[in-house]
């Protein structure tokens, strides 16, 4: 591929009628380190989270252990309106999955669960809203607001 050319590929986020959707809202988890394993694991049989009394800013502390390491986070609801989605490439066999096959593309993703909830942990420090990961959601708002003020301006 040359430089500075992407790639061009689509992403299908509905369901067939008779697929059900997968809601993982609450096993979402953000790690503050870098897992280059991606087979199976039974995480929840290893990782297991569990609530604490301390509140920070308004956010409930729960504590899990990872590799020995103690963890401290907590569970985050995105802001109105987004959706986490987890997604997996379509597989392009005897049948067209994907609309944009017949373009060459066969770069297609598909839907497999969808979230509205996530857990960020952190390793020394009880989670505030002065996390990066938590501040990162206000650029929402302001990205919201510049689209808007911008396509206003457009239309005067």
């Not at 297991?48 to 963890?71: C, H, N, Q, S």
């Not at 909830?117 to 809203?129: C, G, Q, R, V």
Request: contains cysteine; hydrophobic residues 35%.
């Amino acid at each position: 591929m040359g430089e500075g050319r992407g790639t061009i590929g689509s992403i299908n986020l509905s369901r067939k009628d008779d697929e059900e959707e997968v809601n993982i809202s609450g096993h979402v988890h953000q790690l503050p380190c870098c897992i280059k394993f991606d087979g199976h694991c039974s995480v929840s049989h290893y990782f297991k989270p569990r609530p604490t009394d301390i509140e920070v800013d308004g956010l409930r502390v729960e504590e899990a252990y990872f590799r020995g390491r103690k963890l401290q986070g907590t569970s985050i609801s995105l802001p109105n309106g987004y959706s986490g989605f987890v997604l997996g490439k379509k597989s392009l066999g005897k049948r067209k999955f994907c609309d944009d096959a017949s373009e060459g593309n066969t770069n297609c993703w598909e839907m497999k669960a969808k979230f509205d909830k996530l857990a960020y942990w952190n390793h020394e420090s009880l989670p505030s809203k002065d996390d990066a990961f938590v501040r990162c959601f206000h650029w929402f708002a302001v990205a919201e607001a510049v689209s808007f003020s911008f396509l206003y301006g457009a239309i005067l």
